[in-house]
Each structure stands twice: as C-alpha cells, then as structure tokens.
C-alpha cells in the first residue's frame, strides 16, 4: 500500500489556468515534504520542498503544508504547455539520509 | 547541468543474464541512492548508501546487489534477470534531503 497518496491520477488544464495537486501521507512519522517534476523521457527534477505548516510560494508555484493532516498541495497559476509533466510528491520522516518515498504522481497536461 | 552520471542508459537482455548499472556523482554528497521506476512511472527505493555504508535496503529480490567503493559511486548488479526487472533504474545523490537524480538506465528483459 502507497504511504504516499496524490491526487488527482491525471489532470487537464488550459494554459493560463490553475493547477491544483495533492498529496497525503499515511505514516504518522512523516515530517518532510517535497515536489518534483520529470517531463517525459527525462528524470525527475526537485520543484520544491516544504517543511513547516504553512505555505511558500516560488514564482507561479505555490505549496501548502498541513502537518496535522499530512497534506500538502502545489498550486501552478497562469499555466504554460511546458508545465506538462508528471509531478512526484515525496516524503521522508528524516531530513537527509533517511528513506525518502514517493507518491505514485499526477499527469498534468496543459491544453494550449 | 547533470551531475549524476549513469552508464549504460539502455540495455536489453535475455532473462537468465547478468547486467551490471554504474552510477558516479561529483556533486560531492555523502548519500547516493538506486530507484526503480517500473511502466507506470511508480518510483520505489532499492537501497541507499551514506558514505559508502548501507543504510536503506528495501525489500528487493536477492539478486539485486549493491555495489559502493567509495561515496562518488554507486553501482548495481542483478545477477539473472526477470522479466518484471524491466524499468528504468535512476541513480541519485541527496544534500539536505534534495535528491539529484542521474538520467537512468532502461532495462528491457526479452
């Protein structure tokens, strides 16, 4: 059974639009959060990382961390065609060397 | 700009073979890691090694072998392939929990 669950499986946007992804941990001892993004036919590359309750914003990207919950989303606004990938949530219950898991990921395709 | 370098990025086999994954980072991290990203792009942890030590060791069938001689190089070794080893194997390195990730090598069992 996946500890890490994102949602939705695949998502269509217009460009331009919001894109809206989620992410949940079942294991209690998770305490770090990061999203990743790999394009097709490449490898997966860090997007960002989120660690506290709260939000942070990088350019038109935008994640939310509820630890209670063990949530978090990413938010793309204004979406462009070469946001279309595949995006990888993963966590860990240790910063750095400890096992760090990932979610099974979101298709996003932006429609021009 | 990659630093994770992974050879061969492709290789076919016959199921019964033994292939070998060579993974070399100059990033300068202390941890290096093997994934394996199977055709519906569910990305697993095999193993991770920090400074040359193994510390993550999934549940993986035995002939899967790591391999470090030191923290710049991680290398892979399935002894006689399966068919369900088809998949692309991604080597990666980590500083402050940030994996950097090499571009893969794609296994094809025949």
């Known amino acids: 059974q996946q500890k890490v669950q994102q949602s939705p499986e695949s998502l269509i946007v217009p460009e331009g639009g919001m894109a809206s992804l989620n992410c949940t941990s079942s294991?209690?001892?998770?305490?770090y959060f990061w999203w990743y993004r790999q394009h097709s036919g490449k490898s997966p590359k860090m997007l960002m990382?989120?660690?506290?309750?709260g939000e942070k914003e990088e350019g038109r990207f935008t994640v939310h961390l509820n630890k209670a919950s063990l949530h978090t989303s990413l938010h793309i606004r204004d979406s462009q065609p070469s946001d279309s990938a595949l995006y990888l949530c993963?966590?860990?219950?240790?910063?750095?060397?400890?096992?760090?898991?990932f979610g099974a990921g979101t298709k996003l395709t932006i429609k021009p | 700009e990659t630093a994770v370098f992974q050879t061969p990025n492709y290789h076919v086999t016959q199921v019964g073979n033994e292939v070998s994954f060579n993974c070399k980072q100059t990033?300068?991290?202390?941890?290096m890691y093997w994934y394996k990203q199977d055709s519906k792009k569910l990305l697993k942890i095999m193993f991770s090694?920090?400074?040359?030590?193994?510390?993550v060791n999934e549940t993986v069938p035995r002939r899967f072998s790591p391999q470090s001689s030191d923290k710049a190089h991680l290398n892979l070794r399935i002894k006689s392939v399966e068919p369900e080893d088809s998949a692309v194997y991604l080597c990666?390195?980590?500083?402050?929990?940030?994996?950097?990730f090499g571009e893969g090598s794609k296994l094809t069992v025949l």
């Open positions: 990382s989120i660690f506290s309750n």
């Open positions: 990666a390195s980590s500083y402050s929990g940030q994996l950097y």
């Open positions: 294991d209690r001892n998770v305490d």
């Open positions: 990033l300068g991290h202390d941890t």
């Open positions: 993963a966590a860990s219950a240790n910063y750095g060397n400890e096992k760090i898991t």
């Open positions: 090694y920090n400074n040359k030590q193994l510390i």
